[in-house]
């Protein structure tokens, strides 16, 4: 139940051809505090509700504990939510023994890229594909429950 991931800004849309999988997610958060939060997901038809920890020091880990459910529950859940829910569509690209979510967004995320890769073990090394750019794992402003609240367009460029 310990999540280990890094995550990277994406510099191409190479990956769009290197996809495996493609998904659209709709998600909202019920509790976006710093110290936890708590998502709802509809990920295509599937919903799902997720506990997330606060993040270890170096961002790298942090508690996570999710279940399915309906796609009804998540549309009702989803209602209840914090304002800015985010719309993304999610390609997963297998690079050697790791699969990569790339996360393109849309509407007040519209522009921003995110690529994460999850780990066993906070020392795992794997190959960085051509298209990562900056790291941006740790990074706060970076996290779904943050974009929610300060989207992407209302940052300056």
């Known amino acids: 139940m310990i999540e280990i991931e890094r995550k990277f800004l994406v510099i191409s849309d190479i990956f769009k051809k290197e996809a495996f999988k ?19 997901r509809l990920k295509d038809d599937i919903g799902f509700l ?64 995110i690529a994460e890769v999850e780990l066993e073990h906070e020392k795992d090394t794997f190959e960085k594909p051509n298209w990562l750019g900056e790291e941006v794992t740790g990074n706060i402003k970076y996290y779904n429950s943050q974009l929610s609240k300060k989207p992407f367009k209302s940052w300056e460029q």
């Open 22 to 40: 493609k998904s659209r997610i709709i998600q909202g958060f019920l509790n976006s505090h710093k110290k936890r939060t708590v998502r709802v």
């Open 50 to 113: 997720t506990v997330k920890g606060k993040s270890s020091k170096d961002g790298l880990s942090r508690f996570e504990w999710e279940k399915e459910i309906t796609k009804q529950e998540a549309e009702a859940l989803l209602q209840l939510c914090e304002s800015g829910i985010i719309d993304k569509i999610r390609y997963e690209v297998t690079i050697k023994n790791h699969i990569f979510e790339v996360d393109e967004f849309f509407g007040d995320n519209q522009g921003l890229v």
